[in-house]
Nanobody
């Protein structure tokens, strides 16, 4: 069974940075689509960034501030978040799409204070 575990959330001030990590309990295949989503209180879960076959794509609201990357040797996917804003406060979830299956981590809280 595939398991994903996120690390790296925390409390940071407006304009600060956080790096989230998602560790997979097995190999990340080159065909796997790895993504980061977030869910703020009272809102639906939304896609933040996705990495597929060497190509990264971002939601408009994080372009130029966030970077997704993957280290297949370490079975880890990262989300570097710079210039954070209060509206980035949310629980961040790691996601893997493999063939017809979806796998999720438990989430990690990122809070940005003004």
């Amino acid at each position: 069974q595939v398991q994903l575990v996120e690390f790296g959330g925390g409390l940071v001030q407006d304009g600060g940075s956080l790096r989230l990590s998602c560790v997979v309990n097995g190999r990340i295949l080159s065909s796997d689509v790895m993504g980061w989503y977030r869910q703020a209180p009272g809102k639906e879960r939304e896609l933040v960034a996705r990495h597929q076959m060497g190509v990264a794509r971002y939601a408009d609201f994080v372009k130029g501030r966030f970077t997704i990357s993957r280290d297949q040797g370490k079975n880890t996917v990262y989300l570097q978040m710079n210039n954070l804003k209060t509206e980035d406060t949310a629980v961040y979830y790691c996601n893997m799409k493999r063939r017809n299956s979806d796998y999720w981590g438990q989430g990690t809280q990122a809070t940005v204070s003004s």
